[in-house]
């Protein structure tokens, strides 16, 4: 769900290098955000997921 490349680049540009499993560990809270978005999304009954939702 991410992209390693702007991940990395992005902490690049901070100073910083990026950990072997920090883009996996990344990777698995994004998904887990979006899963907890379109069950609230559910939950109120809308088929479009917004940012409210998370």
Do not use: P, W
Request: positive net charge; glycine residues 8%.
């Amino acid at each position: 769900m991410i992209v390693q490349s702007h991940v990395k680049e992005t902490l690049s540009k901070m100073g910083l290098r990026c950990g072997g499993d920090f883009c996996d560990a990344l990777a698995k809270e994004c998904e887990n955000l979006v899963k907890k978005a379109a069950s609230r999304c559910k939950e109120n009954k809308r088929q479009t997921v917004y940012g409210c939702d998370c």
